[in-house]
T-cell receptor
Framework: DAGITQSPRHKVTETGTPVTLRCHQTENHRYMYWYRQDPGHGLRLIHYSYGVKDTDKGEVSDGYSVSRSKTEDFLLTLESATSSQTSVYFC?????????????FGPGTRLTVL | QQQVKQSPQSLIVQKGGISIINCAYENTAFDYFPWYQQFPGKGPALLIAIRPDVSEKKEGRFTISFNKSAKQFSLHIMDSQPGDSATYFCAASKGGYSTLTFGKGTMLLVSP
């Protein structure tokens, strides 16, 4: 998994509660990404970061916020979880190798919002 | 607007056969096209990638064919094996550190 860990790996929460997912990398890459994966939708980008304190929105950013206070950690927060945010969340790092944005993914977090 | 269209959604191939998955893109600024393989319960893993300066790239049993004029690219898996059974995603980006746009995925089952 290219030195990427995600925590927690599984979480069940209730509607309206805040949830924070953590992504940690050991390889000091500048670019980090959060995706969600849902059946029939593939992988959709939520937010990404191009450095400490530098973040930008992706395709499906509503209801999510991110923070990056250290190079190695990228946090995804669901401000007030809803059932539509039940999904599998993947973090990725971008290496910029291979002439393109080679991205390597973590193992994922399965989130269920009741 | 779906910028990368992937087909088929699912595919069943006999062991030893050729698996073919196709993707079409719309944005002519895309210049990096990777394929990812994902097993159940795991994160996607980069399988092979191509840039438009070549029409084909081969790594072992996996080949990407690229048609710039048609804005299409495809993954061919030769001598498909049951261990290849997984979900495959194509993607595209503008290169550098540009974000990836993914297709919706193809679930491949290789029957023994």
């Amino acid at each position: 998994d290219a030195g990427i860990t995600q925590s927690p790996r599984h979480k069940v929460t209730e509607t309206g509660t805040p949830v924070t997912l953590r992504c940690h990398q050991t390889e000091n890459h500048r670019y980090m990404y959060w995706y969600r994966q849902d059946p029939g939708h593939g992988l959709r980008l939520i937010h990404y970061s191009y450095g400490v304190k530098d973040t930008d929105k992706g395709e499906v950013s509503d209801g999510y916020s991110v923070s990056r206070s250290k190079t190695e950690d990228f946090l995804l927060t669901l401000e007030s979880a809803t059932s539509s945010q039940t999904s599998v969340y993947f973090c990725a790092i971008g290496t910029g190798d291979g002439g393109g944005n080679e991205q390597f993914f973590g193992p994922g977090t399965r989130l269920t919002v009741l | 607007q779906q910028q990368v269209k992937q087909s088929p959604q699912s595919l069943i191939v006999q062991k030893g056969g050729i698996s073919i998955i196709n993707c079409a893109y719309e944005n002519t600024a895309f210049d990096y096209f990777p394929w990812y393989q994902q097993f159940p319960g795991k994160g996607p893993a980069l399988l092979i990638a191509i840039r438009p300066d070549v029409s084909e790239k081969k790594e072992g049993r996996f080949t990407i064919s690229f048609n710039k004029s048609a804005k299409q690219f495809s993954l061919h898996i030769m001598d498909s094996q049951p261990g290849d059974s997984a979900t495959y995603f194509c993607a595209a980006s503008k290169g550098g550190y540009s974000t990836l746009t993914f297709g919706k995925g193809t679930m491949l089952l290789v029957s023994p």
